[in-house]
């Protein structure tokens, strides 16, 4: 497409839902092009990853061998392995918002990208996006190669079904998204949000399954963890991952679906309290 | 013997510089510290659910599991209130900020390592100490073990941190890659050694010195063995010594930034 044509199609798209899907597309893009800058860091977090795998891998190769068990939660062991290599991908791969957040809250800077014409919540969204799939692919190839060398290949994986993971795995990140920029945005009201975004962190770690897969939970507990919105960052895709089930997969969809628009609601509403609050002195 | 006391001595007054230094913006302070406990208590919620489905694996129940992150927390906690900067040293010297602890009359990598209090590592301190309440060790040497297991700890763990931001002398800023050294020695040490074997084992022997920071001090305490608990203290001897010798190879690498820094 020239530029011409290009920009007579912006004119006559401004204003319109799709003139928008380009702005937040082309930001995206951008920083997708940004991150093939800084490769070495995707590696870095891709080495980062063989520490935890080998951890967990070799935890629960000694669990199950000490249960004498080939099936723990509905899980085989290989299964539990590569769960762990997409609970990682997940967790290491998805945009972490709240630190930036919280210190353009605190430095003011949030009030100079309020004039700004886009929104500020799409755009860190879109910003934080375009960063994710380079970190995504060298973190799945280290924790797939560990997890490859300790249980074998996943064989159990549905190729057919990893259209719907991937869309799961996406709305994972939604989710995180709206749950990690509200607790950034409590920097309005308090001075420092690291504990906050710790403990949800920990939270995730344990409730939400990177530590250990929700089936492995006691009763009670796996109860109420299916019910909180954790379990959809982390456990949801992961599970999907290596033991699909499209009832499961139906389930899970909608839950992220209704608790995105809790969360996003809370998220929007947060906001727009926190931007009332913003006074912008000359400078 | 003089020149020793009095660079104690001179810890100690930065030490309390430190800590009246966070008391100024006490809650933060507060809100650090009871947030990191809290994540340290979330975090082990992990293992009282993994030992209540299995019970028990390669000789760990939840007792020694209790034991172990004590002893890590209280050294993690102790290295991190005392001499907070190892932290920091892969960025202070990528920074050149340095220079501030080159130009005054006392030895530079202690006054530079005491100089800094994380605020959030007195969650960690009181973790330690209440996990400790857990294992329900409560005869005097038990007690007098623990702290000093929890002491050597503590050294070795600032010591590698401060060793691997040493990097930074090296390659450049090496903020990263300390972090990423520090967080696999703290990994490691937070897990039964009887699931690591060969040359992973080998490797928590010496390079990375997990074991002297976890499973070894656990058997210090259950066993009251003197000769493990030399073992730890001649591995926390050596990581100072290997800490001193590269930090002075490094400063003959260190170039002065131009920026202007002014430390209140």
Known sequence: MSAVTAAAVAARDRGTWRAGVRKYAAIVRINMQNSLTYTW????????????????????????????????????????????????????????????IQDEVKDGSLAYT??????????????????????????LAFGAAVAWIEVGPPRFVRVEALPAVLLITLLAFVLDYCIMAALGLLAFFVEDTSAFCLIYQKINFVLGGLLLPVDFLPGAIQTVARVLPFNLVLYAPSKLFVAWNGTQFVQMLGLQLVWIGITGAGLVALFRYGARRVSINGG | ???????????????????????????????????????????????LLFFDRFKEIRGYQIEQIFLLFAIVALGYGLGHTFAGNAARLAWLIAQGRLDYY??????????????????????????????????????????????????????????????????????????RWSSFLSNTLLTFSL??????????????????????????????????????????????????????????????????????????
């Open chain 2, 1 to 47: 013997m003089q020149r020793v006391y009095a660079e104690v001595r001179f810890a100690g007054h930065l030490v309390r510089l430190s800590l009246a230094s966070n008391m100024e913006y006490r809650a933060s302070f507060i809100t650090q510290a009871v947030g990191m406990f809290i994540n340290n208590g979330i975090y082990f919620v992990f293992w």
């Open chain 1, 41 to 100: 860091d995707a590696v870095g977090q891709g080495v980062a990853v063989v520490l935890f795998m080998f951890v967990f891998a070799r935890l629960w190769k000694t669990t199950f061998a000490a249960q004498n068990a080939t099936v723990i939660g509905g899980l085989t062991l290989a299964q539990t392995v590569w769960y762990f290599v997409w609970a990682e991908l997940v967790q290491l791969s998805k945009l972490d918002v709240a630190q930036t």
């Open chain 2, 102 to 175: 080159l130009t005054l009359p006392r030895p530079v990598l202690p006054h530079l390592l005491f100089s800094y209090m994380e605020p959030s590592a007195a969650g960690d301190l009181t973790c330690g100490l209440v996990w400790y309440v857990f294992t329900g060790r409560f005869d005097a040497l038990s007690i007098l073990l623990f702290l000093v297991c929890s002491v050597l700890a503590a050294v070795i763990f600032m010591s590698f941190r401060a060793l691997s931001g040493c990097l930074s002398f090296f390659i450049g800023n090496a903020s």
């Open chain 2, 191 to 264: 897990y039964p050694m009887g699931l690591f074997q060969g040359v992973i084992r080998l490797i928590l022997f010496t390079l990375v010195p997990a074991a002297f920071v976890g499973a070894v001090p656990v058997e210090v305490v259950e066993t009251h063995s003197l000769t493990l608990l030399g073992g730890i203290a001649g591995a926390a001897a050596v990581s100072v010594v290997v800490l001193v010798l590269v930090f002075r190879l490094g400063l003959r690498r260190y170039e002065s930034g131009s920026a202007l820094n002014v430390n209140i």
């Open chain 1, 114 to 139: 309020l004039g700004r014409p886009y929104h500020y919540l799409l755009y860190h969204f879109a910003f934080g996006l375009g960063n994710v799939f380079m970190r995504m692919i060298f973190i």
